[in-house]
C-alpha cells in the first residue's frame, strides 16, 4: 500500500480579500507540508503581506480559507501557536546579549522556566549563534543578527516559521549562512515560507 501523504502544515485554499473595493488577494492557493521550503515572490503591492496576515490570524480573508495545522488561526490560538515568524525588522533588544535576548523571548512565548533553558541552547545551535551567545545583539554583524532573529522566532517549535526577507541588507557570505539554517530547519521538519525578493536565494534553497 502506498502511504497517506502527511496532512498539510498550511493550507490556503481560493483566499481573496479586498480594500475598499481594491483586491489584495484573488483566488490564493498554498499547501507547505513539513520540511518543504516554499519562497513567495512579487513586487510590493502584490499580496504578500495581506497573505502573511492571514496566515498569522491577523485578518479573516472576505473569501476562501486558511488551515493551520488543519485549525483557522483567525479563530483559534492552537493554529497560532503552530507558527513562528522572523520579521523583516529585527525584533531584538540591541543591548541584551544573544543568550540574554533568547531567554527573553523563550519566557514571552509561554514556555516554563524549566524549559527555557534547553530551548534557548536548541535554537543557537540550529541557528550556529552559540559562539556569539555572551555578545550584545547591537556588536553582532548583519548577518549574526538575522539569524539571532530567526532564533527567537523557533524557540517554541514552531511547524510553519515565516521568514520576511531574512537577508536584506546583508553580505554574500551572511546569506549563505542564513541559507544554511534554513536548510537545517527544514530538515528537522519546520516547513518555511520564505518571503523574498532575491529571485537567486529562493532558487538556491
Do not use: W
Amino acid at each position: 500500500m502506498t502511504p497517506e501523504p502527511e496532512s498539510p502544515i498550511l493550507q490556503v485554499q481560493r483566499a481573496a480579500h479586498a480594500y475598499g473595493g481594491n483586491p489584495a488577494l484573488r483566488g490564493v492557493d498554498l499547501t507547505i507540508r513539513a520540511g518543504e521550503i516554499y519562497a513567495l515572490l512579487g513586487p510590493n503591492g502584490a499580496g504578500k503581506t495581506t497573505l502573511i496576515r492571514a496566515i498569522c490570524g491577523r485578518l479573516k480573508p472576505t473569501g476562501g480559507q486558511v488551515r493551520l495545522a488543519g485549525r483557522d488561526p483567525h479563530g483559534d490560538p492552537k493554529a497560532r501557536a503552530c507558527l513562528g515568524l522572523a520579521p523583516q525588522e529585527l525584533a531584538l533588544y540591541p543591548h541584551l546579549t544573544v543568550r540574554e535576548n533568547l531567554e527573553v523571548f523563550a519566557s514571552l512565548s509561554g514556555l516554563k522556566h524549566a524549559e527555557v533553558g534547553p530551548a534557548v541552547e536548541a535554537a543557537m545551535a540550529v541557528t550556529r549563534t552559540a559562539d556569539r551567545a555572551h555578545v550584545p545583539v547591537r556588536h553582532l554583524s548583519g548577518g549574526y543578527q538575522r539569524r539571532v532573529n530567526i532564533a527567537a522566532a523557533v524557540l517554541h517549535h514552531p511547524r510553519l516559521l515565516i521568514l520576511d526577507e531574512p537577508t536584506v541588507g546583508v553580505d554574500i557570505n551572511a546569506r549563505e549562512a542564513v541559507d544554511g539554517v534554513i536548510r537545517a530547519l527544514a530538515d528537522q521538519g519546520v516547513a518555511v515560507l520564505l518571503i523574498t525578493h532575491d529571485l537567486e536565494q529562493a532558487g538556491g534553497l
